[in-house]
């Protein structure tokens, strides 16, 4: 059997547990690499003086990863710049906060030529290469160009703009046209597939048929592969000692109110301002409920050094006090806002506390706080999810409550109808979803993709 070789920017080293104290793609990684061999190759995270492409090998738990430092230069351009602060804004339909330099994609490019570089003498004939999100489009490209002629699969974790939007972007046609270097291209849902076909067909010409986009004397196979989460074990963590520890710390300091819960990385994609903004509808227009219900916010700051992370900081906390200010009482708070994050075991006991989970990004690609929050409800008493339409989750997750995260009032409707909602159908809607959550978990991803490139046809 082919041995697996798995690049995305950052690689998370496995910590043996088997308890879901890990993300989700750890895990499925570190399983992929334990049943195939092979290895995961990434930044460390480090910078250094001058790029020397030194590898450390580390072996953990039957996996092997190998890691090189960046140069403060490589940082800079490849992930603040380029990454960060061109791809995921525009990818996210917010060309308003896309900044298109021609340093960022300089920096992206010889950074993705440095990956290539490093990891190419590491790759033997017949291994599998998968290589993971928008950090690294051009690396399938750059690795063909150093002859290598593997199976090469890639796999985009965030959504795929509309053409239009993406025309906007410099340099638009090389890196779709560098996609098709790989011999199989994975998104989350059918929409985002879609989107890259419209792409491909109506501003480069490439022809596609039953799942094969053509482009010159290129094909590449296209399938919608939506990324699950370790649900048996993320369920089994809402039972252990630490979950039910911060299940009754909320369940103690709610003092009887219902509690709604939102997590997320602060980040302008998850529609945290409109989120606060749809609750404080809410509590207009249900006075009676004010001091019966509050929100919990956790949000860990993430990509601090990017200027746009910076000021939806500023903006939600300023919003955050208004709406205190504005209605808080003596005995209550309306939001609890909190910018740290917490364990997985902790979290996991957070939304089994919850009435709501509240999960409105503005755009997301697949979104892994829904399906962790329907992993963790007690199932003879659940929860009630209210998912954005926006969010790849909810191509899957139709049993939800579906709501537009841009209309406040539709927000506050739904919050409404989650808190009144009958026991006898939330349970109904949780079964439901809590069935595709589990069938369609992180290992039913990433073997679908690895199958499917296995099978994948490979151009001479
Ligand atoms: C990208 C795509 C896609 C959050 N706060 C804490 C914490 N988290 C964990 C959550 C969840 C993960 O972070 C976030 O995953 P999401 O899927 O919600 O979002 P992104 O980080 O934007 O991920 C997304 C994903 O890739 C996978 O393809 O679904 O659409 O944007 O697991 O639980 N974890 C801990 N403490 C926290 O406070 N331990």
């Known amino acids: 059997m082919s041995r697996l070789i798995v690049i995305s920017n950052r690689v998370s080293a496995p910590t043996g547990s088997t308890s879901g104290a890990q993300g ?26 001058q790029f020397t492409g030194h590898i450390n090998f580390q072996r953990a738990h039957g996996v092997t990863t190998a890691t090189v430092d960046l140069e403060e230069q490589d940082v800079q351009e490849y992930y603040d710049g380029y990454a960060n602060r061109t791809l995921w804004p525009l990818f ?70 509309p053409r239009r939007l993406l025309g906007t972007l410099p340099g638009a046609r090389a890196l779709v046209e560098s996609m098709f270097a790989y011999d199989l291209i994975g998104f989350h849902t059918e929409e985002w597939l879609e989107s890259f076909c419209d792409y491909a067909r109506q501003d480069m010409g490439a022809v596609i048929e039953d799942g094969v986009a053509r482009l010159g004397d290129r094909s590449v196979e296209l399938i919608a592969c939506p990324i699950g989460i370790d649900a048996s074990a993320f369920a089994d963590m809402s039972k252990s000692v630490n979950a039910r520890l911060a299940y009754r710390r909320m369940r103690d300091s709610a003092d009887g109110r219902d509690m709604i819960v939102g997590v997320d990385r602060l980040d302008y994609s998850k529609g945290l301002e409109e989120r606060f903004l749809g609750y404080e509808r809410f509590l207009i227009e249900h006075p009676e409920e004010r001091k019966e219900v509050f929100l919990l916010q956790i949000a860990p700051p993430s990509r601090v050094s990017v200027e746009s992370y910076q000021r939806i900081r500023q903006s939600l906390e300023g919003l955050s006090g208004r709406i205190n200010g504005e209605y808080a009482d003596v005995d209550w708070v309306p939001i609890r806002y909190v910018n740290q994050g917490y364990p997985r075991d902790q979290l996991a006991g957070i939304y089994r506390a919850a009435k709501i989970g509240l999960v409105t990004p503005l755009r997301d690609g697949m ?19 209210v998912l954005s339409r926006f969010a790849g989750a909810a191509e899957q997750m139709g049993d939800a409550l579906l709501v537009n995260p841009y209309s406040a009032e539709e927000m506050a409707d739904a919050i409404c109808q989650a808190l009144r909602m009958p026991r006898d159908e939330r349970v109904r809607r ?4 809590m069935a595709g959550v589990q069938e369609r978990d992180v290992t039913w991803w990433a073997d679908r993709f690895l199958a499917a490139l296995r099978r994948a046809e490979v151009d001479a």
């Open 24 to 49: 989700g793609l750890a895990v499925a990684m570190a399983a992929a690499l334990r049943a195939n061999g092979g290895l995961w190759f990434g930044w460390s995270g480090e910078q250094t003086d």
């Open 92 to 161: 996210h339909y917010r060309i308003d906060l896309a900044e298109y330099e021609r340093d960022f994609a300089g920096g992206y490019q010889r950074t993705n030529q440095r990956f290539a570089d490093t990891v190419r003498p590491l790759i033997e004939a017949d291994d599998l290469v998968w290589i993971q999100d928008y950090h690294m489009f051009p690396l399938g490209a750059e690795l063909r160009q150093r002859g290598c002629d593997n199976r090469m699969g890639f796999f985009l974790h965030i959504p795929w703009p």
């Open 367 to 385: 979104n892994l706080v829904a399906k962790e929050y329907v992993a963790a409800q007690d199932p003879e008493d659940p929860g009630v999810l």
């Open 430 to 433: 949780w079964e439901k979803l």
